[in-house]
């Protein structure tokens, strides 16, 4: 369930994809896009990307939010007359949060991996600044999306309560605090 960053809890432990998950995680057979593993060997070994990775990911999902939340500007004055309409913009603002959460969460996860690898400090801290981010866009995400939905059951994820995950999203900026270096290993999938 994307408008959560959730699972069903058999598939990720707490349900809830974490930052070390996005690290973890394969990209689809076929789509033709780089997984953070993947693209951090490929980097650090100065191969092209010919694939999409992360971060044009990451850009596109950013240049998305950007562009509706821009967009919605001229929108709001006639929904104030129109319920309809007011509804429409309320859950394109509120996609375009959970975009920027996401973009923010691939650019952590990413610079996550490169401290993984390298222990720089600088890209720890990234890690850590994308995170925070992530968090920030998160809880205007929830406070837009449960002011107009109700926590509900979902059939394939169970009870979703979109605010109470903001402390799993605030884990990630704890797990990316603690990370040690060389704790990300590369299943070669």
Same mark, same amino acid.
């Given at each position: 369930?994307? =408008?959560?960053?959730?699972?069903?809890?058999?598939?990720?432990?707490?349900? @809830?994809?974490?930052?070390?998950? @996005?690290?973890?995680?394969?990209?689809?057979?076929?789509?033709?896009?780089?997984?953070?593993?993947?693209?951090?060997?490929?980097?650090?070994?100065?191969?092209?990307?010919?694939?999409?990775?992360?971060?044009?990911?990451?850009?596109?999902?950013?240049? $998305?939010?950007? =562009?509706?939340? $821009?967009?919605?500007?001229?929108?709001?004055?006639?929904?104030?007359?129109?319920?309809?309409?007011?509804?429409? #913009?309320?859950?394109?603002?509120?996609?375009?949060?959970?975009?920027?959460?996401?973009?923010?969460?691939?650019?952590?996860?990413?610079?996550?991996?490169? @401290?993984? &690898?390298?222990?720089?400090?600088?890209?720890?801290? $990234?890690?850590?600044?994308?995170?925070?981010? &992530?968090?920030?866009?998160?809880?205007?995400?929830?406070?837009?999306?449960? &002011?107009?939905?109700?926590?509900?059951?979902?059939?394939? #994820?169970?009870?979703?309560?979109?605010? &109470?995950?903001?402390?799993? #999203? %605030?884990?990630?900026?704890?797990? %990316?605090?603690?990370?040690?270096?060389?704790?990300?290993?590369?299943?070669?999938?």
């Amino acid at each position: 369930y994307p =408008e959560a960053c959730l699972s069903h809890r058999r598939s990720k432990g707490q349900g @809830f994809y974490t930052v070390q998950h @996005f690290m973890e995680g394969s990209s689809m057979p076929g789509a033709n896009v780089l997984c953070i593993r993947d693209w951090r060997k490929r980097l650090m070994e100065r191969k092209p990307m010919k694939e999409t990775t992360p971060l044009e990911i990451a850009n596109a999902l950013d240049g $998305a939010a950007s =562009e509706t939340l $821009a967009s919605l500007d001229s929108l709001r004055e006639a929904a104030n007359q129109d319920l309809e309409l007011q509804k429409n #913009v309320n859950d394109c603002e509120a996609f375009a949060w959970l975009g920027r959460y996401y973009a923010s969460k691939i650019r952590g996860s990413c610079a996550l991996a490169l @401290f993984d &690898a390298n222990s720089d400090k600088f890209d720890h801290d $990234a890690s850590l600044h994308h995170l925070e981010d &992530a968090l920030s866009h998160w809880k205007k995400y929830a406070t837009i999306r449960d &002011a107009h939905y109700v926590p509900a059951m979902y059939n394939r #994820v169970g009870f979703v309560d979109v605010t &109470a995950l903001t402390g799993k #999203v %605030a884990a990630d900026i704890d797990i %990316a605090r603690s990370w040690e270096p060389g704790s990300l290993k590369d299943d070669g999938k």
